[in-house]
């Protein structure tokens, strides 16, 4: 695929999916820095109602933001499948469930550890809000949401950022003779779409996340409270 057509395939569908949240996060971090109240003092809500009081309107609202928020990766399949490329070109297959299933449950304790750790210590100096990761009224599909909200995280941004901007990006470096881009500017590229995007609601949060090429985050809502 010539690199121009890549580029161009790589902005549309980023300018769907994390590349939305990137710049709602920076107008979020803007909003809360100009609120006039110390950031170690806000709240943001994760997961929180989307029709208070309402709970079958809210679990509506909830799955409808689910889907949608899975359509980028359904359109970044596509692409691969037009392509004549396929989803197991990104590794996107059931070939070698258990070892990907054991790989993908290591890397969630390192992942997340890391960034639980990296949280919590930048949490302690009161530069970051502090993170409540659901506010979800005590209804039967509460877990169910939380856990389809993960999922879907996790599907957005493993298949968009960890599978088909790296496939892109070698791609386009071939293009080019291998001359662009080199490892580095992959690494660089996919961290900075993870940290940008991972989470609108704080510094850390987007922090460590940009520190690792595997991290989670994705396309998170998030309200603010002042406290």
Same mark, same amino acid.
């Given at each position: ?173 071939? +293009?080019?003779?291998?001359? $662009?881009?080199? *490892?580095? &500017? @992959?690494?660089?590229? !996919?961290?900075?779409?993870? =940290? /940008? %995007? +991972?989470?609108?609601?704080? $510094?850390?949060? *987007?922090? &460590? @996340?940009?520190?690792? !090429?595997?991290?989670?985050? =994705? /396309? %998170? ?7």
């Amino acid at each position: 695929m010539h690199r121009r057509w890549v580029v161009i395939e790589l902005w549309l569908v980023f300018a769907l999916s994390l590349g939305a949240s990137a710049v709602r996060a920076v107008v979020s971090l803007v909003a809360d820095l100009a609120a006039g109240v110390p950031l170690g003092q806000q709240d943001a809500v994760l997961n929180g109602s989307l029709a208070p009081g309402r709970p079958e309107l809210d679990l509506v609202l909830q799955l409808v933001y689910l889907v949608a928020g899975l359509v980028p990766v359904a359109l970044a399949l596509h692409l691969l499948v037009r392509s004549g490329e396929g989803a197991r070109t990104i590794g996107f297959d059931l070939r070698r469930p258990a070892t990907d299933l054991g790989r993908g449950v290591v890397l969630a304790a390192v992942v997340g550890g890391t960034g639980l750790a990296f949280y919590l210590a930048v949490q302690l100096t009161g530069l970051n809000l502090t993170v409540v990761a659901e506010d979800l009224p005590a209804v039967w599909w509460r877990i169910p949401v939380l856990v389809l909200s993960a999922a879907q995280n996790a599907v957005l941004e493993e298949v968009l950022v960890g599978g088909y901007l790296l496939h892109r990006l070698r791609q386009s470096g071939g +293009a080019t003779g291998g001359r $662009w881009p080199s *490892a580095p &500017c @992959s690494v660089a590229a !996919t961290t900075s779409t993870r =940290g /940008s %995007a +991972a989470s609108p609601a704080t $510094w850390s949060w *987007a922090c &460590c @996340s940009a520190g690792s !090429t595997s991290g989670g985050g =994705g /396309s %998170a809502r998030s309200s603010r409270h002042t406290r």
